[in-house]
């Protein structure tokens, strides 16, 4: 393949080969030659992209549009269509992704000291309306938390909330996720 490099060998590089400039935003510039016009299609015959403008004369391709979706193999089963599915497991099989229902801890202020507060405590308190899953974790809310002596029972506890139930003289108790008993009582 020849190299037409006449653009290159009248252009003046100086200021590209200049050592003393140092190479900013400002001074970076393309190579002489290398910078090309943009090749206007359906021009004519002499244009070089003229009529089929490249796609040919017949077929799906050369249509106008969008010739085929993403993913489309010419009629084979695509590769999606080909791999297995794991229905319900969104991190694929042997998943161990665990979802909470979130309680934050500014919902466990209107406890009085000595209080045993768990899901079911702040569902009747009117705290907590609903739950979409069945297992609990509390977290460090927006809210800050005023509960002194208190007896959190949930299935989680994030660090933040542990301190901060904790620094208030209060007990974290963790619940087994399929009885609903205390599995963690607190170090005496």
């Given amino acids: ?28 510039m393309p190579a002489p030659g290398s910078v090309h016009r943009r090749k206007r299609k359906g021009r ?19 249509r106008s549009g969008k010739p085929s979706r993403p993913g489309f193999e010419g009629g084979q089963t695509p590769l999606y269509r080909r791999l297995p599915k794991f229905v319900g497991k969104p991190m ?20 009085a000291e000595g209080d045993i507060v768990r899901f079911e405590t702040l569902l009747a308190t009117g705290k907590v309306t609903k739950s979409k899953y069945p297992i609990h974790k509390v977290v460090v809310g927006k809210e800050e938390f005023k509960g002194k002596g208190i007896t959190v029972q949930a299935h989680a506890f994030t660090k933040g909330a542990r301190e901060a139930i904790e620094g208030g003289g209060g007990i974290c108790q963790v619940l087994s996720r399929t009885t609903g008993a205390v599995i963690e009582a607190p170090v005496a």
């Avoid at 100086?14 to 001074?27: C, W």
């Avoid at 003229?50 to 391709?61: D, I, N, V």
């Avoid at 694929?92 to 466990?108: A, D, M, S």
């Fill in 1 to 28: 393949m020849k190299i037409f490099d006449w653009k290159r060998r009248e252009a003046d590089e100086s200021a590209i080969t200049n050592v003393e400039i140092p190479y900013t935003l400002s001074t970076l």
């Fill in 44 to 62: 004519g015959i002499a244009a070089g992209q003229g009529a089929s403008c490249g796609f040919g004369m017949r077929g799906q391709k050369s």
């Fill in 92 to 111: 694929g099989p042997g998943h161990r992704r665990k979802v909470y229902n979130v309680i934050k801890t500014g919902e466990l202020n209107g406890a």
